[in-house]
Every structure is written in structure tokens, then in C-alpha cells.
């Protein structure tokens, strides 16, 4: 890492940024927003104590060879209590679900492109890929408490738990594992197949990264799946700086402190009484079989944590089927309360977190440099207000960033179809927010830029033995953005009343702008991220911002004080 004065020192040669054409080395002449190596504010880089070798350690199929399933890569058809239709739980794991295409949509069908109609832009958010879990979570030290349970001879693992007496907790800390280099490059594949058109193969494009070594991977890998290992000759990396006292849109809770204080927990506090709930019969059931030493609700959480982790980490984790599948969507909505709580319409600081990136994306769609004072949001206005880092012009436009951002990012924009509040007894009918379904790993969301020659039909024609047009037989040239979250469409009059009830879901673009117009007051910023205002009980903040109510500050915290024990529900 470089000491504080080098990076003064790099950072004081914004002019020199050149055209670059390989990896970043060290140089003079680099300014900190383009080096790539040695990197800046890379984070811990911990690896993991064992290489995976499932080719040794998988015991699929699992004593039924009739139904062996090749492993692809990772082991997940496991024999499963009460999976009655064979259902994968590994698409029940929040944000910890590795990355696949929401399988039930948004409440919108998908539409073709009318023919005359092009994409001219298309501005991508992409989450880095499947990961260690951070070094002092608390399914590390559950981890380590486990082994020490084992040693002190406090607990004696029996049936099921046999596995523990030998098993150690060899999981490394916050770096990509492998299939989160797969999720990034196969990413980066689908991508250029579905807007490699957008590319104009004699221009270099810059894409935004942070400096944190899973995001500047995360991008590499992704631009390696795009472009090819010669990707440096196509885009210029600019890594915004990932640490506490640094303005970064892309992580936007380093400058808001009141998300990262009890103010903010909401959601930690909804999930530790369902979790009450949904894990009652799993703690006793791994208590009977300990041999003295009883489980609590929050050791069967972790427990239920580690296999989700192991799971990307070695492609296979003795944790998984130790639980049933009731016991996993349990898992699910343990983490949808969370995100809404902490990260979302349901936290006081939802709106505010993700505030930097809306007004970014709002001038890159009016066509200028961020041009908001500082302090209006996160953004960093050094490097938003050159182009060399804050692109203008480009038809593909590349992003990275972190989950529970990229949640408050969508709380930011008002998206208020994921609005629901979310009650701590279970899932409601016709549950919105699941963060599987939103924020995966390799999660992605785009907005695309649509023109048409004349409006289209909000009733798009589906009849294809009697096609008839989908353009309205008059009107002008019309521009419409079709927002989509894991390759679905979100519609967008679902969140915005003033958008047209189309079967696309798309909206005009200068409706939309509009709304874009207003955002920013909306998300307070200054008062949601700084503000001295008392913790409310869960369930009580509906639209991401304080509760502006009044009232005496004695006995005024509720149920939201408690702390978590560490900090690794804030920030995947
Ligand atoms: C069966 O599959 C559907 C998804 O296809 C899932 O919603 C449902 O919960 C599954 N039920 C069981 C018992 O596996
Ligand atoms: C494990 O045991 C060691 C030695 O007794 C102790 O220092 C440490 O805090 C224990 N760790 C956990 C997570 O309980
Ligand atoms: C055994 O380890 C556990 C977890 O670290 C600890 O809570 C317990 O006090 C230890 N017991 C003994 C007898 O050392
Ligand atoms: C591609 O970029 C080059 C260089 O900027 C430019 O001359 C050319 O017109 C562009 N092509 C298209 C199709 O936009
Ligand atoms: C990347 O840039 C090189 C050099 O300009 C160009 O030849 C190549 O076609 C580009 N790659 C793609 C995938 O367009
Ligand atoms: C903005 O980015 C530049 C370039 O990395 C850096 O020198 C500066 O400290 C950053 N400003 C803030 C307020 O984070
Ligand atoms: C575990 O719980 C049982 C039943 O509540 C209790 O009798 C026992 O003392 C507890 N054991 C320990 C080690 O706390
Ligand atoms: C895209 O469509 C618009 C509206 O019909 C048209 O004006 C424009 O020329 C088209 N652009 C391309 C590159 O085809
Ligand atoms: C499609 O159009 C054909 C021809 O007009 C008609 O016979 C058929 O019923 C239509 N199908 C549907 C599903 O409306
Ligand atoms: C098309 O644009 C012209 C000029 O802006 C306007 O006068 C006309 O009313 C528009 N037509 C429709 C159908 O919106
Ligand atoms: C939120 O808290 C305020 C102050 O205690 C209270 O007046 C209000 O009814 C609460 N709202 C909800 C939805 O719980
Ligand atoms: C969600 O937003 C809608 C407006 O789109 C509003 O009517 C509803 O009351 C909101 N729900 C909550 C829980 O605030």
C-alpha cells in the first residue's frame, strides 16, 4: 500500500492521465485514479488455507447413483429434507447466491426490439462476483469458536455434525474465489453478445471501477470476457479510491456515517426475530446432536452462513444439508428483511447511500460532467468533473460496485416497487424485495437507451401468426429507457406513476429524466448521512429517508440500538 504522502503526491498529477495502452505499472507519470499495480486501497487479501479438490472430497451422488448430477462447477445437488421438487437452496441465498438470471421477472414480459428501432446507449452496474467473507464477520469467528469448542472437549459432535470434529474453518477474506472470476468473465461474455454492436472498435472507453481488489478484478475479468486478454487496448480503467474519508459514489456508505451506526440496523434487528422463528427446530436439532454444548439462534444462523461461503470457496460444504428447505427460504427472507432495513426503503439512510451514483447517471443522460457542489452527495467531484474519468459520449458505459450499495442505488432512484415493508413473521404474498433475485453475486443492472422512429404500442402485439405493427401510425421519433435487474425488465410505471402502463415496462426518456430531476431532494443527503436524529423501531421508515417526526430523545431508540456483533451484514 502506498504511504499517504506517495498517494498525495500521485494525486497531484491529475493533469499527465495519457492514453494508456497496457496494464498500469508504476510510473510518475500515473495519476492514483489509473493505477492498476501496485495497487491502492486493495483492502485485506487473504486466500484461502486449502485449495478446493472436490475431485477428492465431493461425496455426490450422494449414495443415489441413479440421480448423479456432474458438479458445474460447484456441487449444489444435494440431498436436501423436504426439497420435494428438487429446487436449488443455492438460489436462496440473499446476496450469497451465486450469480443467475431472476427466474420469475418483475412483474413484466420481455420484448423484442420493433425493427427501426436501435440502442444508442447502455450504461451497465455491475456487482464483483462471489467472494471470501470479511476477516472479522461473524461467521469467521464462528468458525474459529467452533474449533476451539472441538479442542476444549466443550462439545462432542455427533450424526450429522460428525463431520466437525474434523473440519477447521480455512475460508481466506474478501477476495474473489474462483467462480467469482467465472460469474465476471461469462458476464463479460453475455454481454458482448448481447451489446458487442455497441462497441466502435477504434476508440478506448473508460470504465469505473474502486480501488478495493475484488472490484478491480471483478473488472478485469469482466473486460477479459468482452474484449479478450488484449482488453487494455479497448478500455482505461478509472478506480475511484475505496476507504474510510474518501468520497466514492460506487461505495457510497464511506461518506455516510449514519449507515454505518446503529441508526441503520433496522434490518439486522428484523432478521434476529425471524430468525427466532424459522431456526427454533434446526437449534434444537443441532443441540441433540452436540453432546452437552447448546446451540444458539445465532450459531445456527452462522452455521447456515458457512455453506454458502464454502459452497464458492471449495465447491462443496458439509454445512448445506444440515438444514431443510423450508429452513433455506427461511435463510432467503432473513436476508430480504435485512437489505430492506438496512439498505433499502426500510433504512434511513437507503435513499442517501446510493444518491452519488443517481446524479452521475442523471448527468451522463442529460449529457454533462457531474456538476453538483461538493458535499451535495458522495460523488467525487475531482474525477467527476473530468472527462478522462467521467466519460461522456460512450455508448457502453461500465460500472462496478458493492451489493448493499447497489440496493440503496435502487432506493436512490425511487424504484418503489421494492417499497414493501417487510413484517418479521415471514414472507408476505407477493413478496417484491428478494435480494437473490437483485443482488446476487455478479448481479447487473442496466439501462437501456431505445430509439424509436415513432412511439410504440403500450399493448405491444404478441400475435405472431397475424403480426401487426408495434408502432402507433403517428407520432415523431420517440426515446425510451428499459431499465433491467439479472436480465429481466423492471417496469418502470410500477415505481413511477408518471411513466405510461406499457407491457414493456419501458418509459420515456424525458419522463424519466424528469423524475431523475427531483431525486436528490428526495434522498437528503446531508441529514440522512450526518444528521443527528434518534434510531426508530424497524418498519417504521417506509421511503429510505428519516422519519422526520418529533419527539423526546429519552427512550427514543426502541429496538434499533443493538449493534450487530460485527460489520459484515453492511458491506458485501
Ligand atoms: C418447488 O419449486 C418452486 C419453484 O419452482 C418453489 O417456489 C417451491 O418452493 C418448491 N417447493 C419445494 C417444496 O421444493
Ligand atoms: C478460542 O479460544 C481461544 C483460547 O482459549 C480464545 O482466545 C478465543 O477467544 C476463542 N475464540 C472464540 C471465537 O471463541
Ligand atoms: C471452549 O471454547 C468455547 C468457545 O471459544 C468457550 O466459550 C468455552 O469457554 C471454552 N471452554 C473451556 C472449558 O475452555
Ligand atoms: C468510430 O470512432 C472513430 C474514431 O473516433 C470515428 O472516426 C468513427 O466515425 C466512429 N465510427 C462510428 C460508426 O461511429
Ligand atoms: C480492441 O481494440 C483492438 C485495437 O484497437 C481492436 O483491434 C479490437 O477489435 C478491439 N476488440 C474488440 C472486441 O472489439
Ligand atoms: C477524489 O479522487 C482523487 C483522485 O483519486 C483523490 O485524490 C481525492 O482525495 C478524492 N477526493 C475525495 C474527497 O475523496
Ligand atoms: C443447556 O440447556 C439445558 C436445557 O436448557 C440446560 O439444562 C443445560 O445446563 C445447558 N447446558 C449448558 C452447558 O449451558
Ligand atoms: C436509431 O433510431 C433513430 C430513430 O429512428 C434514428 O434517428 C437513428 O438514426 C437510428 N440510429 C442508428 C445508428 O441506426
Ligand atoms: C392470431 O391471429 C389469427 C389470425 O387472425 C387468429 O386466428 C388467432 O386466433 C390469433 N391468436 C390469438 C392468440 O389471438
Ligand atoms: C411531432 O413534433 C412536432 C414538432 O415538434 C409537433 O408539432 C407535433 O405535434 C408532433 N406530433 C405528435 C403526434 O406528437
Ligand atoms: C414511527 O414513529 C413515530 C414516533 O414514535 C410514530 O409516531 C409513528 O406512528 C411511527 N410510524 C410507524 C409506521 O410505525
Ligand atoms: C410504496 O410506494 C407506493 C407508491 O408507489 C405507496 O403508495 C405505498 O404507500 C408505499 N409503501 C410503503 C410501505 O411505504
Redesign the pocket.
Known amino acids: 500500500m502506498l504511504s499517504a504522502a506517495k498517494l498525495l503526491l500521485a494525486s497531484t498529477s491529475l493533469v499527465t492521465a495519457a492514453v494508456i495502452d497496457i496494464r498500469q505499472e508504476p510510473s510518475t507519470t500515473v495519476p492514483d485514479y489509473f493505477q492498476t499495480t501496485p495497487q491502492i486501497f486493495a483492502g485485506p487479501t487473504v486466500t484461502g488455507l486449502i485449495a478446493p479438490f472436490l475431485a477428492q472430497s465431493n461425496p455426490a451422488p450422494f449414495g443415489q447413483e441413479a440421480s448423479f448430477v456432474a458438479n458445474a462447477p460447484l456441487e449444489t445437488n444435494l440431498p436436501i429434507t423436504g426439497n420435494t421438487n428438487r429446487s436449488s437452496i443455492f438460489q436462496l441465498h440473499g446476496q450469497l447466491s451465486s450469480y443467475f438470471p431472476n427466474p420469475v421477472g418483475f412483474g413484466s414480459n420481455e420484448y423484442p426490439l420493433p425493427p427501426?428501432?436501435?440502442i444508442?446507449h447502455v450504461h451497465l452496474l455491475h456487482r464483483h462476483g462471489s467472494r471470501y467473507p470479511t476477516g472479522d464477520s461473524s461467521v469467521a469467528n464462528f468458525g474459529r469458536k467452533i474449533q476451539n469448542l472441538t479442542t476444549n472437549g466443550s462439545a462432542k459432535w455427533t450424526d450429522e455434525l460428525d463431520f466437525l470434529n474434523a473440519w477447521e474453518y480455512q475460508l481466506g477474506a474478501e477476495i474473489l474465489v474462483a467462480r467469482g472470476r467465472q460469474e465476471l468473465f461469462d458476464s463479460g461474455v453475455l454481454f458482448y453478445y448481447n451489446y458487442g454492436g455497441l462497441y466502435n472498435t477504434s476508440t478506448k472507453i473508460t470504465a469505473r471501477t474502486t480501488t478495493q481488489d475484488r472490484m478491480l478484478k471483478s473488472a478485469e475479468y469482466f473486460m477479459a470476457g468482452f474484449f479478450g486478454l488484449e482488453w487494455t487496448h479497448n478500455v482505461t480503467l478509472a478506480l475511484i479510491l475505496e476507504q474510510q474519508g474518501f468520497n466514492n459514489s460506487l461505495a457510497g456508505y464511506f461518506q455516510c456515517n449514519n449507515s454505518n451506526s446503529y441508526q441503520a440496523t433496522g434490518g439486522n434487528n428484523a432478521s434476529r426475530i425471524w430468525e427466532k422463528t424459522y431456526l427454533a427446530a434446526a437449534t434444537e436439532r443441532l443441540t441433540a446432536m452436540s453432546g452437552g454444548y447448546n446451540w444458539t439462534v445465532a450459531d445456527v444462523y452462522n452455521a447456515q452462513t458457512m455453506c454458502p461461503y464454502e459452497t464458492v470457496a471449495f465447491g462443496y460444504s458439509r454445512w448445506c444439508d444440515l438444514f431443510t428447505y423450508d429452513e433455506w427460504k427461511g435463510f432467503e427472507y432473513s436476508i430480504d428483511l435485512q437489505f430492506h432495513g438496512n439498505n433499502g426503503f426500510g433504512s434511513p439512510t437507503g435513499r442517501a447511500v446510493g444518491i452519488g451514483y443517481v446524479e452521475e447517471l442523471f448527468a451522463r443522460l442529460e449529457g454533462h460532467l457531474y456538476n453538483l457542489p461538493p458535499g451535495a452527495t458522495q460523488a467525487n467531484v475531482t474525477l467527476d468533473e473530468m472527462e478522462a474519468t467521467f466519460p461522456l459520449d460512450q455508448s457502453l458505459n461500465f460500472d462496478f460496485s458493492h451489493d448493499t450499495n447497489i440496493m440503496a442505488i435502487i432506493t436512490a432512484f425511487g424504484l418503489k416497487q421494492f417499497n414493501q415493508t417487510l413484517p418479521t413473521t415471514g414472507p408476505p404474498d407477493d413478496q417484491q424485495l428478494i435480494v437473490s433475485h437483485v443482488t446476487p453475486f455478479a448481479t447487473r443492472m442496466v439501462w437501456e437507451i431505445i430509439?424509436?422512429?415513432?412511439p410504440i404500442k403500450a399493448s405491444r402485439p404478441t400475435n405472431v401468426t397475424a403480426p401487426t405493427s408495434d408502432y402507433y401510425d403517428q407520432g415523431n421519433?420517440?426515446?425510451y429507457i428499459h431499465l433491467l435487474l439479472n436480465q429481466r425488465t423492471v417496469p418502470l410505471y410500477k415505481s413511477y406513476p408518471e411513466c405510461e402502463k406499457r407491457d414493456d415496462g419501458w418509459c420515456e426518456l424525458s419522463t424519466v429524466l424528469k423524475i431523475f430531476g427531483g431525486l436528490l431532494d428526495t434522498a437528503r443527503y446531508e441529514y440522512s448521512c450526518f444528521g443527528d436524529y434518534p434510531s426508530v423501531p424497524y418498519g417504521n421508515v417506509t421511503d429510505g429517508v428519516p422519519t422526520v417526526k418529533r419527539r423526546a430523545l429519552g427512550g427514543a431508540f426502541g429496538t434499533g440500538l443493538e449493534m450487530y456483533e460485527s460489520s459484515d451484514r453492511w458491506i458485501e
Open positions: 427501426g428501432s436501435n444508442s430509439q424509436a422512429p415513432s421519433t420517440t426515446t
